[in-house]
């Protein structure tokens, strides 16, 4: 395959943006070599602008679900943006979108949209925090949820206090209040209980983490979450931006059966364009400016472009529900192909998550995620490029299918990965 004119584009906006993106991980940096540059999409499909063809396992990072560019969408956007794209004041869509959200997701009985899962999840954290009148929080090494400054803390060495930033420009102080736990480990979660009586006013957590590939929550870890967090008197907040609507309608909340007091939404929820939401328990989101004292605000919130993606995706997928099942299906015949190709590795899975870990260790948080070889991921998906199959550009990302994906292309993705097992070994 050629990628020169990819490669030219990447070198010229390397010229104007740092590192030639406008998002980090798209920079190919873990993998090597120039990112593709997507010239359109359709279906399950990427077209890049060397002409090369691609099955889609990014999916955007999570919002197509209904692959890319459904008809149906792309409609409600058209028709949408006659009517005018922002008015800074309520609309009837607005209204749509809640009601499709709280009847989904009965736990979120009042919400607030907002334009990015960052927003989303650093408008829940101040909410909990009004709400509780506490400073501290419990985030969990290895999960992401977003770059806002008090979120970015690093892996840590399960250290009590003194959590460090994750980047540069940020404050020690940004990151004080930020308590760090191990994902699976009930233990490392007591423990700050215990240091920090009556003060940690929230605990966020991915439901299913996703973001140092897939980690599947133990047994019983999202239960304990639930009852630790509700004798203390603590916010539970589910970041669901990845799984809300993946994992089946209801999320990794229905999918579990545990209910989180927050949640947080983005990706799907805006079906390919900007949109976020946070939301809750009444008695917390009755915290939220005007009705209450937690101030949050944004000129294009509940953008109605945004909101007519979102509603449109939305019905679709509730007019699809049989669907998750075959996303689930297809993901198991992923994971089986995988395992077969790569015996030596880890592929773990949740739901229609799932991602491979080149490792011998069981991967159930972030220290044994950090035990993959990346060199050998690095080849794993520059095999499958340049097969025709466009995977996340690291190792500690998920892959994404989509609802358009068919039965003879997951069938053609097992060949291609059974034969990588066998030319990479
Ligand atoms: C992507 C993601 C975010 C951030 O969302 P953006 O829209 O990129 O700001 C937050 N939490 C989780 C779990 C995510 O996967």
């Known amino acids: 395959m050629s990628y020169q004119k990819s490669e030219h584009l990447f070198e010229e906006s390397s010229k104007h943006m740092p590192g030639g993106v406008n998002s980090p991980v798209r920079a190919f940096r873990a993998v090597g070599g120039a990112p593709v540059f997507i010239k359109k999409a359709k279906g399950s499909h990427l077209y890049d602008v060397d002409g090369n063809e691609y099955l889609d396992y990014v999916n955007s990072w999570g919002p197509a679900i209904l692959g890319h560019a459904n008809d149906k969408v792309v409609e409600a956007v058209q028709n949408a943006c006659v009517d005018g794209l922002s008015f800074g004041a309520p609309t009837g869509k607005e209204l749509e979108l809640a009601e499709l959200i709280t009847k989904n997701l009965p736990s979120v009985e009042m919400l607030r949209l907002v334009s990015s899962g960052t927003e989303a999840v650093m408008s829940a954290i101040r909410v909990a925090r009004g709400y509780t009148r506490r400073d501290y929080i419990i985030k969990f090494t290895g999960c992401y949820h977003g770059h806002s400054d008090g979120l970015l803390v690093k892996a840590g060495s399960g250290a009590i206090t003194g959590s460090a930033p994750d980047s540069a420009g940020i404050p020690e102080g940004y990151t004080k209040t930020t308590l760090l736990a191990n994902y699976n480990d009930k233990e490392s979660v007591k423990s700050l209980f215990e240091a920090f009586p009556e003060q940690i006013a929230a605990v966020v957590v991915e439901p ?22 509700k004798e203390n008197g603590t916010v539970l907040i589910f970041d669901e931006v990845i799984t809300g609507f993946r994992m089946g309608l209801g999320g990794a909340q229905g999918y579990y059966n545990v209910i989180p007091d927050m949640t947080t939404l983005g990706k799907i929820i805006g079906g390919g364009m900007p949109m976020g939401m946070y939301g809750g328990r009444k008695e917390i989101m009755q915290q939220v400016a005007p009705m209450g004292e937690v101030y949050q605000a944004g000129t294009l919130s509940g953008n109605p472009i945004a909101t007519a993606a979102g509603i449109t995706t939305l019905k679709l997928l509730m007019e699809k529900k049989d669907k998750y099942a075959k996303l689930e299906q297809y993901a198991i015949q992923i994971t089986d192909a995988l395992k077969e190709a790569f015996p030596q590795a880890r592929v773990n899975r949740a739901g229609s998550l799932y991602s491979i870990f080149f490792t011998k260790e069981e991967v159930v948080d972030f220290e044994s995620a950090c035990t993959s070889d990346n060199e050998m991921f690095a080849k794993y998906f520059h095999y499958l490029l340049d097969h025709g199959i466009y995977v996340a550009p690291s190792q500690y990302e998920i892959q994404f299918l989509s609802m358009e994906h068919t039965d003879e292309e997951v069938a053609r993705t097992c060949q291609i990965i059974r034969q990588a097992g066998k030319d990479l070994a």
């Open 208 to 229: 299913v983490a996703a973001n140092m590939g897939c980690v599947p929550p133990k047994d019983g870890f999202l239960e304990f979450l639930r009852e630790i967090t």
